[in-house]
């Protein structure tokens, strides 16, 4: 099987052609900060990021889309502070209509015009609640935020297919019926299996889907951190990835030397196939994005020529 492994080589990734490059729109997803010292090393992390002009920023949110949490007040530091265009995650299955729909009117009355629509995890103090009381598909929160103002709504998509999903199938069906509902685009979880994400777009394609699709890309910081989210939401982990940070845990300068080079070349392999759209999970640490841009010839004198 190591014959068949697409990691970097041990200097860099071969070079994106040149001309792709001005056409790849990059986005970046931080998640509201918890103290006074995590906030700081967000902004540190906004400042060395923006000058790679991202399409879009987007923040993530708690259960129910719960603006309280941080997410509208980043939102609105990230537009009015950094200047950035920020999308505000909202979920929908630990909250009732009134509270998402009430949400939603606070996020257009405050200027936000892109959402990302979640029906976010299960509850964790018991089953999903699949009464009239409830969006219970991310569909449903779809249109309801389109009746509600006319947002620009990025839904998610999984090349893997959700954890919950009958059959792949049945989860691209999904997929299609979200933006059937107004979505403008398609984000993806994040899967390291770049092949599996290529044959998801051409699944997507041949299902008469053309809605814009931005692959996610999740930096490797810390092996077994992406383990546990992987364990979390159904990604899977191939085994040659844990094999690249195998005997890393005291390298920390290696660590990050690998999870750069791996970031981009997924990034790579991506654009050469036609991909244009990337969103990167950030982690609200910029040190692997930064690295894996400047492997790919996305840096900041490239973003301010485009």
């Known amino acids: 099987m190591m014959a068949k492994l697409t990691t970097p080589a041990p200097d860099r990734p071969a070079p994106v052609p040149v001309e792709l490059l001005p056409e790849v729109k990059i986005s ?9 010292a995590a906030a700081t090393r967000l902004w540190q992390t906004v400042e060395q990021l923006k000058p790679l002009k991202p399409r879009y920023v987007s923040v993530t949110c708690g259960a129910g889309g719960n603006p309280a949490e941080g997410t509208a007040a980043w939102v609105a530091a990230l537009r009015d502070r950094a200047g950035l265009c920020a999308a505000a995650h909202v979920t929908c299955a630990s909250a009732s209509r009134v509270a998402i729909d009430g949400i939603a009117r606070g996020y257009w009355a405050a200027g936000v015009r892109q959402i990302v629509a979640i029906r976010g995890d299960r509850p964790k103090d018991g089953p999903l609640r699949h009464d009239a009381s409830r969006y219970r598909f991310a569909a449903e929160l779809v249109r309801a935020l389109r009746r509600i103002a006319d947002f620009q709504i990025s839904v998610a998509a999984y090349p893997e297919s959700h954890p919950e999903a009958a059959s792949a199938a049945a989860d691209l069906d999904n997929l299609k019926r979200k933006l059937d509902a107004g979505a403008a685009r398609a984000i993806t979880q994040y899967c390291f299996d770049t092949d599996t994400v290529l044959r998801f777009r ?36 191939p085994a040659w990835l844990g094999a690249l940070f195998a005997g890393l845990d005291d390298d920390p300068e290696e660590r990050a030397r690998v999870g750069a080079r791996v970031a981009a070349e997924q990034a790579r392999r991506l654009i050469v196939a036609g991909i244009r759209e ?4 950030t982690l609200n640490r910029a040190e692997l994005t930064l690295a894996a841009c400047r492997l790919l010839g996305l840096h900041p004198s490239l973003a301010h020529a485009a």
């Open 28 to 36: 970046f997803e931080f998640f509201p900060p918890k103290t006074e």
């Open 278 to 281: 990337l969103h990167v999970y």
């Open 202 to 237: 051409d699944r997507m394609v041949a299902a008469g889907i053309k809605a814009p699709l931005a692959v996610g890309i999740m930096p490797v910081h810390d092996f077994q951190q992406i383990k546990r989210f992987s364990d979390g939401c159904g990604a899977g982990v």
